[in-house]
Nanobody, 115 residues
Framework: VQLQAPGGGLVQAGGSLRLSCAVS????????WAWFRQAPGKERELVAS???????DYEDSVKGRFTISSDNVRRTFYLQMNDVKPEDTGLYFC??????????WGQGTQVTVSS
């Protein structure tokens, strides 16, 4: 599996941005899809995820503002970010988990929220 996540960018506080992550390769072993972020000087943290059972999980500070979703036809999953805040600034990574294999990471895309 390979991941490609173009996009990111600069957005004003209160605005919206959608990140996308295109998935290629064999995905039959994939069981979880996620977005992580890493702010300057901080550790990488889980922002949102979903699994094959349809369960979603969100980091507390983004609940009600961010939504993770997927388009199986386009083989892409997304992170819709609404009402963004300066503290949402960071390098965002998409990630998938596969059975019996190492997790796969996208290359990271910068999101900067101006106040």
């Amino acid at each position: 599996v390979q991941l490609q996540a173009p996009g990111g960018g600069l957005v004003q506080a209160g605005g919206s941005l959608r990140l996308s992550c295109a998935v290629s390769g064999r995905t039959s072993s994939t069981y979880a899809w996620a977005w992580f972020r890493q702010a300057p000087g901080k550790e990488r943290e889980l922002v949102a995820s979903f699994n094959r059972g349809g369960e979603t999980d969100y980091e507390d500070s983004v609940k009600g503002r961010f939504t993770i979703s997927s388009d199986n036809v386009r083989r892409t999953f997304y992170l819709q970010m609404n009402d963004v805040k300066p503290e949402d600034t960071g390098l965002y990574f998409c990630n998938v988990k596969e059975y019996l294999r190492e997790a796969v990471w996208g290359q990271g895309t910068q999101v900067t929220v101006s106040s």
